[in-house]
C-alpha cells in the first residue's frame, strides 16, 4: 500500500521537542503516519526530557528512510531551516508532530504533484 501513496523525491522535515505525547497521538504515531509514504524523513529533536528522542532512535532502527538530529533550540525557522538543509530530494514535506495526513491523502498528493509540477503546494490543515 505504501509503494501507491508514496511520495517520491520528498522528505518530511519536522522539529520536535516532548512529542512522546501529544494531542494528535505523539511522536511514534506521528512517524507511523508519514514515514512510509516519503522518500526521506528528517526530524530534528530540540531538546526532548519527555522520552522522545529515546523513542526516536528506536522507531531510526524500524524505518531505513528515517534520520535523526538533534538541534539545540533557537527558533522555529532556526530548526525548520536546519532540517531543510538536510533534505537532499526535490520536495519538501513541512509538518509539525502534531499535524497529520492520513494515507489515502498521500496518494491525492502525489496524483496532484505529478499533474502539476509547481515550486509548492500548500495544504489547508
Known sequence: MAAKNLLQDTSLC????????????????????????????II??????????????????????????????????DGRNFSIKKADTKHILALDADERIVRSNFGKLRSIMTKHNLPSYELPI
Open 44 to 77: 530534528v529533536d530540540t531538546g526532548s526530557l519527555d522520552g522522545t528522542r529515546e523513542a526516536l532512535e528506536e522507531l531510526e532502527a524500524q524505518y531505513p528512510n528515517l534520520k535523526i538530529f538533534d538541534k539545540k533550540w533557537n527558533g522555529y525557522a
Open 14 to 41: 519536522a522539529i520536535v521537542r516532548d512529542e512522546i505525547m501529544n494531542p494528535a497521538g505523539g511522536i511514534r504515531d506521528f512517524v507511523a503516519c508519514t514515514v512510509p509514504y516519503v522518500e526521506n524523513a
